[in-house]
Protein backbone atom coordinates (compact mmCIF):
# COMPACT_ATOMS: atom_id res chain seq x y z
CA UNK A 1 0.00 0.00 0.00
CA UNK A 2 1.26 3.70 -0.14
CA UNK A 3 2.27 5.14 3.32
CA UNK A 4 -0.15 7.78 4.58
CA UNK A 5 0.30 10.28 6.92
CA UNK A 6 -0.70 9.70 10.48
CA UNK A 7 -0.47 13.56 11.95
CA UNK A 8 -2.15 15.45 14.72
CA UNK A 9 -3.00 12.49 16.79
CA UNK A 10 -4.20 13.37 20.32
CA UNK A 11 -5.05 10.88 23.20
CA UNK A 12 -7.57 11.29 25.94
CA UNK A 13 -7.91 8.48 28.62
CA UNK A 14 -7.61 7.55 32.73
CA UNK A 15 -3.94 8.82 32.33
CA UNK A 16 -5.63 12.21 31.25
CA UNK A 17 -6.59 15.01 28.82
CA UNK A 18 -3.90 15.37 25.60
CA UNK A 19 -0.91 14.35 24.19
CA UNK A 20 1.03 15.56 26.92
CA UNK A 21 -0.60 14.07 30.00
CA UNK A 22 -0.38 10.73 28.22
CA UNK A 23 3.22 10.81 27.82
CA UNK A 24 4.07 12.02 31.10
CA UNK A 25 2.10 9.04 32.82
CA UNK A 26 3.94 6.64 30.01
CA UNK A 27 7.08 8.29 31.47
CA UNK A 28 6.86 7.57 34.41
CA UNK A 29 4.75 4.58 34.49
CA UNK A 30 2.10 5.82 35.67
CA UNK A 31 -1.00 3.91 35.63
CA UNK A 32 -4.56 5.57 35.39
CA UNK A 33 -6.73 2.61 37.04
CA UNK A 34 -7.92 2.76 40.38
CA UNK A 35 -11.03 0.96 41.87
CA UNK A 36 -14.31 0.80 40.59
CA UNK A 37 -16.52 3.39 41.64
CA UNK A 38 -18.51 4.04 38.49
CA UNK A 39 -22.32 4.59 38.54
CA UNK A 40 -24.06 2.37 40.77
CA UNK A 41 -21.79 -0.30 39.96
CA UNK A 42 -21.30 -3.20 43.00
CA UNK A 43 -18.23 -5.07 41.71
CA UNK A 44 -15.01 -5.77 42.90
CA UNK A 45 -12.71 -4.57 39.97
CA UNK A 46 -10.54 -1.69 39.21
CA UNK A 47 -11.61 0.55 35.81
CA UNK A 48 -9.48 3.51 33.43
CA UNK A 49 -12.18 6.28 34.03
CA UNK A 50 -11.56 9.74 32.43
CA UNK A 51 -12.24 12.12 34.82
CA UNK A 52 -14.23 15.41 34.46
CA UNK A 53 -16.77 13.90 31.41
CA UNK A 54 -19.34 14.61 33.60
CA UNK A 55 -18.77 18.41 33.80
CA UNK A 56 -18.84 18.01 29.65
CA UNK A 57 -21.69 20.52 28.10
CA UNK A 58 -21.80 19.56 24.50
CA UNK A 59 -22.14 22.18 22.09
CA UNK A 60 -25.58 23.86 21.77
CA UNK A 61 -26.37 23.06 18.26
CA UNK A 62 -25.65 19.50 18.85
CA UNK A 63 -27.64 19.01 22.43
CA UNK A 64 -29.31 15.85 21.10
CA UNK A 65 -26.34 14.14 21.06
CA UNK A 66 -25.87 15.05 24.93
CA UNK A 67 -24.37 11.42 26.46
CA UNK A 68 -21.69 10.22 27.81
CA UNK A 69 -20.04 8.52 24.97
CA UNK A 70 -20.34 12.23 22.62
CA UNK A 71 -18.91 14.03 25.79
CA UNK A 72 -16.12 12.36 25.66
CA UNK A 73 -15.48 12.07 22.21
CA UNK A 74 -15.94 16.39 22.23
CA UNK A 75 -13.60 16.15 25.50
CA UNK A 76 -10.95 14.45 23.22
CA UNK A 77 -11.66 16.77 20.35
CA UNK A 78 -10.50 19.75 22.12
CA UNK A 79 -7.22 18.59 23.21
CA UNK A 80 -4.15 19.45 21.51
CA UNK A 81 -5.37 21.85 18.82
CA UNK A 82 -7.48 18.93 16.91
CA UNK A 83 -10.01 20.86 15.71
CA UNK A 84 -7.86 23.46 13.75
CA UNK A 85 -5.97 20.50 12.41
CA UNK A 86 -9.26 19.77 10.69
CA UNK A 87 -10.43 23.07 9.91
CA UNK A 88 -6.74 23.76 7.85
CA UNK A 89 -7.26 20.06 6.33
CA UNK A 90 -10.69 20.75 5.30
CA UNK A 91 -9.62 24.57 4.15
CA UNK A 92 -6.81 22.51 2.00
CA UNK A 93 -8.98 19.57 0.09
CA UNK A 94 -12.68 20.92 1.14
CA UNK A 95 -15.03 20.37 4.00
CA UNK A 96 -16.83 17.51 1.60
CA UNK A 97 -13.28 15.62 0.94
CA UNK A 98 -12.26 14.72 4.15
CA UNK A 99 -14.32 11.57 5.99
CA UNK A 100 -14.92 10.46 9.35
CA UNK A 101 -14.10 6.60 10.30
CA UNK A 102 -14.48 5.83 14.11
CA UNK A 103 -15.05 2.90 16.07
CA UNK A 104 -16.68 2.31 19.14
CA UNK A 105 -18.07 -1.00 21.21
CA UNK A 106 -20.51 0.14 23.59
CA UNK A 107 -21.84 4.02 21.58
CA UNK A 108 -24.28 5.51 24.17
CA UNK A 109 -25.82 2.18 25.75
CA UNK A 110 -24.98 4.29 29.14
CA UNK A 111 -27.56 6.52 28.12
CA UNK A 112 -30.26 3.76 27.36
CA UNK A 113 -29.44 2.41 30.89
CA UNK A 114 -30.41 5.20 32.64
CA UNK A 115 -33.56 5.87 30.44
CA UNK A 116 -34.57 2.34 31.29
CA UNK A 117 -34.95 3.15 35.33
CA UNK A 118 -36.90 5.87 34.08
CA UNK A 119 -40.00 3.94 31.68
CA UNK A 120 -43.47 3.99 32.22
CA UNK A 121 -44.28 1.80 35.49
CA UNK A 122 -47.56 1.19 33.42
CA UNK A 123 -46.36 0.49 30.05
CA UNK A 124 -42.70 0.25 30.33
CA UNK A 125 -42.16 2.81 27.74
CA UNK A 126 -38.64 4.94 27.81
CA UNK A 127 -39.12 8.40 28.26
CA UNK A 128 -40.35 11.10 25.36
CA UNK A 129 -36.53 12.94 25.83
CA UNK A 130 -34.69 9.51 25.50
CA UNK A 131 -32.80 9.58 21.51
CA UNK A 132 -31.86 6.58 20.69
CA UNK A 133 -31.03 8.25 17.06
CA UNK A 134 -28.11 10.57 18.76
CA UNK A 135 -26.81 8.63 21.57
CA UNK A 136 -27.17 4.77 21.98
CA UNK A 137 -26.84 4.16 17.86
CA UNK A 138 -23.40 3.50 17.31
CA UNK A 139 -23.01 5.84 14.30
CA UNK A 140 -24.01 8.60 16.33
CA UNK A 141 -20.79 9.18 17.37
CA UNK A 142 -19.80 9.55 13.28
CA UNK A 143 -22.91 11.78 13.03
CA UNK A 144 -21.60 13.98 16.59
CA UNK A 145 -17.93 14.02 15.60
CA UNK A 146 -18.60 15.03 11.60
CA UNK A 147 -21.66 17.57 12.84
CA UNK A 148 -18.99 19.03 15.60
CA UNK A 149 -16.06 19.52 13.03
CA UNK A 150 -18.57 20.95 10.32
CA UNK A 151 -17.45 18.17 7.99
CA UNK A 152 -19.55 17.24 4.81
CA UNK A 153 -17.57 14.34 3.93
CA UNK A 154 -18.64 10.40 4.10
CA UNK A 155 -18.82 9.42 7.69
CA UNK A 156 -18.45 5.56 8.91
CA UNK A 157 -18.40 3.91 12.74
CA UNK A 158 -16.98 0.34 12.82
CA UNK A 159 -18.14 -1.82 15.61
CA UNK A 160 -16.21 -5.01 15.87
CA UNK A 161 -15.35 -5.43 19.72
CA UNK A 162 -11.66 -4.46 20.48
CA UNK A 163 -10.88 -4.19 16.67
CA UNK A 164 -13.27 -1.61 15.80
CA UNK A 165 -11.22 1.70 15.64
CA UNK A 166 -7.50 -0.17 14.34
CA UNK A 167 -9.96 -1.54 11.71
CA UNK A 168 -11.31 2.49 10.24
CA UNK A 169 -7.20 2.89 9.41
CA UNK A 170 -8.28 0.54 6.95
CA UNK A 171 -11.55 1.99 5.78
CA UNK A 172 -10.02 5.24 5.42
CA UNK A 173 -7.12 3.73 3.49
CA UNK A 174 -9.43 2.47 1.02
CA UNK A 175 -11.61 5.39 0.48
CA UNK A 176 -8.63 7.42 0.04
CA UNK A 177 -7.12 5.26 -2.20
CA UNK A 178 -10.83 4.95 -4.26
CA UNK A 179 -10.18 8.76 -4.61
CA UNK A 180 -13.55 9.32 -2.80
CA UNK A 181 -11.76 11.45 -0.01
CA UNK A 182 -8.31 13.28 0.41
CA UNK A 183 -7.72 12.89 4.00
CA UNK A 184 -9.80 11.45 7.09
CA UNK A 185 -10.09 11.82 10.70
CA UNK A 186 -9.95 8.33 12.21
CA UNK A 187 -10.14 7.29 15.81
CA UNK A 188 -12.55 5.73 18.31
CA UNK A 189 -14.31 6.82 21.61
CA UNK A 190 -15.58 4.31 24.04
CA UNK A 191 -17.40 5.22 27.74
CA UNK A 192 -18.20 2.86 30.43
CA UNK A 193 -21.27 1.82 31.32
CA UNK A 194 -23.21 -0.53 33.27
CA UNK A 195 -23.60 -3.67 30.20
CA UNK A 196 -20.26 -3.98 29.55
CA UNK A 197 -19.33 -3.97 33.56
CA UNK A 198 -21.61 -6.60 34.48
CA UNK A 199 -21.30 -8.35 31.61
CA UNK A 200 -17.14 -8.71 31.25
CA UNK A 201 -18.00 -10.20 35.15
CA UNK A 202 -20.97 -12.41 33.86
CA UNK A 203 -18.25 -13.89 31.86
CA UNK A 204 -15.68 -14.17 34.65
CA UNK A 205 -13.19 -11.95 32.68
CA UNK A 206 -12.75 -8.79 35.42
CA UNK A 207 -9.41 -8.98 37.71
CA UNK A 208 -10.05 -7.88 41.21
CA UNK A 209 -7.00 -5.88 40.95
CA UNK A 210 -5.00 -3.75 38.41
CA UNK A 211 -4.87 -5.97 35.02
CA UNK A 212 -1.19 -6.97 34.69
CA UNK A 213 -0.90 -8.25 31.04
CA UNK A 214 1.45 -11.14 29.87
CA UNK A 215 2.22 -11.84 34.06
CA UNK A 216 2.68 -15.10 34.65
CA UNK A 217 0.01 -14.44 37.54
CA UNK A 218 -2.72 -12.31 35.54
CA UNK A 219 -6.07 -13.03 36.05
CA UNK A 220 -8.52 -10.84 33.55
CA UNK A 221 -9.19 -7.35 32.35
CA UNK A 222 -9.58 -3.98 33.44
CA UNK A 223 -12.22 -1.50 31.66
CA UNK A 224 -11.12 1.93 30.74
CA UNK A 225 -12.87 4.26 28.55
CA UNK A 226 -11.10 7.05 25.99
CA UNK A 227 -11.24 9.10 23.16
CA UNK A 228 -8.43 9.34 20.58
CA UNK A 229 -8.28 10.93 17.22
CA UNK A 230 -5.97 11.34 14.40
CA UNK A 231 -5.64 12.51 10.85
CA UNK A 232 -4.91 10.61 8.09
CA UNK A 233 -3.73 12.43 4.55
CA UNK A 234 -1.65 11.64 1.72
CA UNK A 235 1.87 12.36 2.64
CA UNK A 236 3.37 16.17 0.73
CA UNK A 237 6.35 16.27 -1.02
CA UNK A 238 8.32 18.04 1.23
CA UNK A 239 7.34 15.69 3.97
CA UNK A 240 9.48 15.76 7.53
CA UNK A 241 11.89 13.08 8.07
CA UNK A 242 10.47 12.63 11.47
CA UNK A 243 6.57 12.74 10.21
CA UNK A 244 4.90 9.21 11.05
CA UNK A 245 3.39 7.40 7.98
CA UNK A 246 0.69 4.44 8.12
CA UNK A 247 2.69 2.01 6.49
CA UNK A 248 0.75 -1.34 6.54
CA UNK A 249 -2.81 -2.16 7.44
CA UNK A 250 -3.47 -6.32 8.32
CA UNK A 251 -6.91 -7.75 8.88
CA UNK A 252 -8.09 -11.40 9.29
CA UNK A 253 -11.17 -13.53 10.92
CA UNK A 254 -10.08 -16.42 13.46
CA UNK A 255 -13.93 -17.79 12.03
CA UNK A 256 -12.72 -20.42 15.63
CA UNK A 257 -15.04 -19.24 18.05
CA UNK A 258 -17.54 -16.46 18.84
CA UNK A 259 -15.70 -15.77 22.30
CA UNK A 260 -12.58 -17.54 22.52
CA UNK A 261 -9.31 -16.49 20.35
CA UNK A 262 -7.56 -19.58 17.95
CA UNK A 263 -5.03 -21.44 20.38
CA UNK A 264 -2.57 -20.83 18.81
CA UNK A 265 -3.40 -17.65 17.34
CA UNK A 266 -3.83 -18.26 13.70
CA UNK A 267 -5.71 -14.85 12.68
CA UNK A 268 -3.72 -12.70 14.69
CA UNK A 269 -0.51 -14.08 12.93
CA UNK A 270 -2.20 -13.88 9.75
CA UNK A 271 -3.50 -10.06 10.37
CA UNK A 272 -0.06 -9.50 11.51
CA UNK A 273 1.81 -10.89 8.47
CA UNK A 274 -0.95 -9.21 6.18
CA UNK A 275 0.39 -5.70 7.63
CA UNK A 276 3.46 -6.13 6.92
CA UNK A 277 2.82 -7.56 3.53
CA UNK A 278 1.02 -3.98 3.10
CA UNK A 279 4.21 -2.33 4.22
CA UNK A 280 6.51 -4.20 2.47
CA UNK A 281 8.47 -4.96 5.40
CA UNK A 282 9.77 -8.21 6.94
CA UNK A 283 8.97 -9.49 10.28
CA UNK A 284 13.11 -8.00 11.16
CA UNK A 285 11.86 -4.57 10.30
CA UNK A 286 10.07 -4.12 13.19
CA UNK A 287 11.72 -2.14 16.17
CA UNK A 288 8.72 -2.32 18.88
CA UNK A 289 5.38 -3.94 19.51
CA UNK A 290 2.31 -2.65 21.06
CA UNK A 291 0.56 -5.89 21.74
CA UNK A 292 -3.24 -6.41 22.32
CA UNK A 293 -2.58 -7.70 25.57
CA UNK A 294 -5.85 -8.28 27.26
CA UNK A 295 -4.47 -9.93 30.73
CA UNK A 296 -6.65 -12.86 30.00
CA UNK A 297 -4.92 -16.35 30.26
CA UNK A 298 -5.83 -17.45 27.07
CA UNK A 299 -5.82 -14.23 24.86
CA UNK A 300 -2.07 -13.26 25.92
CA UNK A 301 -0.86 -16.68 25.04
CA UNK A 302 -2.49 -17.05 21.80
CA UNK A 303 -0.97 -13.71 21.03
CA UNK A 304 2.08 -14.78 22.71
CA UNK A 305 1.95 -17.78 20.23
CA UNK A 306 1.84 -15.57 17.08
CA UNK A 307 4.27 -13.54 18.29
CA UNK A 308 6.95 -15.80 18.90
CA UNK A 309 5.78 -18.14 15.22
CA UNK A 310 6.32 -15.11 13.21
CA UNK A 311 8.76 -12.92 14.84
CA UNK A 312 11.13 -15.59 16.39
CA UNK A 313 10.96 -16.12 20.34
CA UNK A 314 12.29 -12.78 22.18
CA UNK A 315 13.39 -11.39 19.15
CA UNK A 316 11.04 -8.12 18.90
CA UNK A 317 10.49 -6.02 22.35
CA UNK A 318 6.96 -5.50 23.13
CA UNK A 319 4.73 -4.68 25.74
CA UNK A 320 0.74 -4.13 26.46
CA UNK A 321 -0.13 -0.55 27.65
CA UNK A 322 -3.31 -1.81 28.78
CA UNK A 323 -1.82 -2.16 32.29
CA UNK A 324 -2.02 1.80 32.16
CA UNK A 325 -4.92 2.70 30.31
CA UNK A 326 -7.24 -0.38 30.70
CA UNK A 327 -9.11 -2.17 28.20
CA UNK A 328 -10.93 0.48 26.26
CA UNK A 329 -12.72 -2.15 23.60
CA UNK A 330 -13.95 -0.21 20.91
CA UNK A 331 -11.06 2.63 21.43
CA UNK A 332 -8.71 0.84 21.83
CA UNK A 333 -6.91 0.10 18.50
CA UNK A 334 -7.09 3.99 18.21
CA UNK A 335 -5.55 4.26 21.65
CA UNK A 336 -2.38 1.75 21.14
CA UNK A 337 -2.02 3.50 17.09
CA UNK A 338 -1.68 6.72 19.26
CA UNK A 339 0.74 5.61 21.60
CA UNK A 340 2.40 3.98 18.78
CA UNK A 341 2.90 7.30 17.21
CA UNK A 342 4.19 8.42 20.57
CA UNK A 343 6.38 5.94 20.41
CA UNK A 344 8.00 6.86 16.98
CA UNK A 345 7.99 10.37 18.10
CA UNK A 346 9.60 10.47 21.66
CA UNK A 347 12.13 6.72 20.95
CA UNK A 348 9.94 5.41 23.78
CA UNK A 349 9.65 1.47 24.27
CA UNK A 350 6.86 1.49 27.17
CA UNK A 351 7.37 -0.94 29.93
CA UNK A 352 4.11 -2.64 30.90
CA UNK A 353 2.49 -1.36 34.01
CA UNK A 354 1.77 -3.38 36.95
CA UNK A 355 3.07 -6.46 35.08
CA UNK A 356 5.69 -7.57 37.54
CA UNK A 357 6.88 -10.94 36.40
CA UNK A 358 6.82 -11.74 32.81
CA UNK A 359 4.86 -15.44 32.22
CA UNK A 360 8.00 -17.51 31.05
CA UNK A 361 5.65 -19.97 28.82
CA UNK A 362 5.24 -17.40 26.47
CA UNK A 363 7.88 -16.81 24.16
CA UNK A 364 8.16 -12.93 23.37
CA UNK A 365 10.61 -10.18 24.71
CA UNK A 366 8.24 -8.61 27.40
CA UNK A 367 9.20 -5.11 28.42
CA UNK A 368 9.20 -4.59 32.38
CA UNK A 369 10.78 -1.08 31.85
CA UNK A 370 10.76 1.48 29.58
CA UNK A 371 14.07 1.41 27.23
CA UNK A 372 14.81 5.05 24.84
CA UNK A 373 15.86 4.03 21.64
CA UNK A 374 14.91 5.50 18.18
CA UNK A 375 12.50 3.40 16.40
CA UNK A 376 12.06 3.20 12.81
CA UNK A 377 8.81 0.74 12.53
CA UNK A 378 6.42 -0.27 15.08
CA UNK A 379 3.30 -2.57 15.05
CA UNK A 380 0.37 -2.53 16.76
CA UNK A 381 -1.94 -5.25 17.36
CA UNK A 382 -6.25 -5.35 18.14
CA UNK A 383 -7.55 -8.29 18.33
CA UNK A 384 -11.52 -8.52 19.11
CA UNK A 385 -13.74 -10.55 20.59
CA UNK A 386 -14.49 -13.38 18.46
CA UNK A 387 -11.78 -12.91 16.26
CA UNK A 388 -12.07 -9.94 14.30
CA UNK A 389 -8.38 -9.19 14.21
CA UNK A 390 -6.03 -5.97 12.82
CA UNK A 391 -2.66 -4.99 12.92
CA UNK A 392 -0.67 -1.54 12.24
CA UNK A 393 2.62 -0.74 11.17
CA UNK A 394 3.77 2.58 11.89
CA UNK A 395 7.39 4.29 10.69
CA UNK A 396 9.15 7.45 10.19
CA UNK A 397 9.50 8.78 7.07
CA UNK A 398 12.99 8.38 6.54
Same mark, same amino acid.
Given at each position: ??????????????????????????????????????????????????????????????????????????????????????????????????????????????????????????????????????????????????????????????????????????????????????????????????????????????????????????????????????????????????????????????????????????? %????? +? #?? $?? @????? *? =? &???? !???????????????????????????????????????????????????? %????? +? #?? $?? @????? *? =? &???? !?????????????????????????????????????
Amino acid at each position: MRPLLFSNFTLTSCLGHGYGAALDALLQRRSGLRRCDFETVELDTWIGEVDGVDEVSIRFDLRDFDCRNNRLAQLGLRQDGFVDAVDALARRFGRDRVGVFLGTSTGGILQTELAYRRRDPQTGALPADFLYRTTHNPFALADFTRRYLRLQGPAAVASSACSSSAKVFGSARRMIEAGWIDAAVVGGVDSLCLTTLYGFNSLELLSSQPCRPFDAHRDGISIGEAAAFGLLSRPPDNLDADAILLLGVGESSDAYHMSSPHPQGLG %ARLAM +E #GA $LA @GAGLA *A =A &AIDY !INLHGTATVSNDAAEGKAVAALFGASAVPCSSTKGATGHTLGAAGAVEAVIC %AMALR +E #GL $LP @GGAHT *A =A &ADPA !IAVDYLLENRRQRLARVLSNSFGFGGSNCSLVFGHAR
